[in-house]
């Protein structure tokens, strides 16, 4: 590489690869035929792949969906990139995804492998800076409903009717001074 040249831009933009994270039986997946698009490979080709080395697939790397759970994926989708398919597909956590780049060969799967990756970890940090963000929401709410109870409980005085009020202000007769 000459030093005029520019280092080479991920293969596959972030966005792309995170959209294409699903959560699904509390699992982030890709599922396999946004993979093979990622891989620039047809998804039989995957699948061929996964299942001749179907040993380095546990259920907690790679599982099919159900009938119901691919309905109801199709149904929240607005533009469906699984075509007429007969079958439900395969969906891969991020180890399956790391398997993946072991069983298709080439050097964009390696490049693709490295990017999924990236965006998972990219993925996990954000959800984390949402739960610390929740964390600090819930410490201030109980900050301020503290601070606020005073205010509450004086307006809450105010609304009482006025003779469960204990205490009279004002004058009384002359010279008389109420509290």
């Known amino acids: 590489m000459e030093s005029d040249e520019k280092p080479p831009i991920g293969l596959v933009p972030v966005d792309r690869i995170v959209q294409s994270i699903y959560v699904i039986r509390?699992?982030?997946?890709?599922?396999?035929?946004?993979l093979a698009a990622l891989y620039d490979v047809e998804t039989r080709v995957l699948v061929q792949a996964v299942r001749r080395n179907s040993e380095r697939f546990p259920e907690d790397f790679m599982f099919r969906?159900?009938?119901?759970?691919?309905?109801?994926?199709?149904?929240?989708?607005?533009?469906?990139?699984?075509?007429?398919?007969?079958?439900p597909p395969y969906a891969f956590t991020e180890q399956g995804v790391a398997m993946l780049s072991s069983v298709l060969r080439g050097g964009r799967a390696v490049q693709v492998n490295i990017e999924i990756?990236?965006?998972?970890v990219q993925l996990r940090q954000m959800l984390a800076?949402?739960?610390?963000?929740?964390?600090?929401?819930?410490?201030?709410?109980k900050k301020y409903d503290e601070q606020f109870k005073v205010v509450f409980d004086a307006i809450r005085q105010l609304m009482?009717?006025?003779?469960?009020?204990?205490?009279?202000?004002?004058?009384?007769?002359?010279?008389?001074?109420?509290e």
């Open 65 to 87: 969906l159900s009938k119901v759970e691919f309905d109801d994926l199709r149904s929240q989708v607005v533009t469906s990139s699984w075509g007429g398919r007969r079958y």
């Open 160 to 178: 009482a009717p006025a003779n469960a009020r204990t205490r009279s202000i004002g004058f009384g007769a002359k010279g008389d001074m109420t």
């Open 117 to 120: 990756m990236r965006a998972f």
């Open 129 to 141: 800076g949402d739960e610390e963000l929740a964390r600090q929401l819930a410490a201030l709410e």
């Open 26 to 34: 509390g699992h982030k997946v890709m599922l396999d035929s946004d």
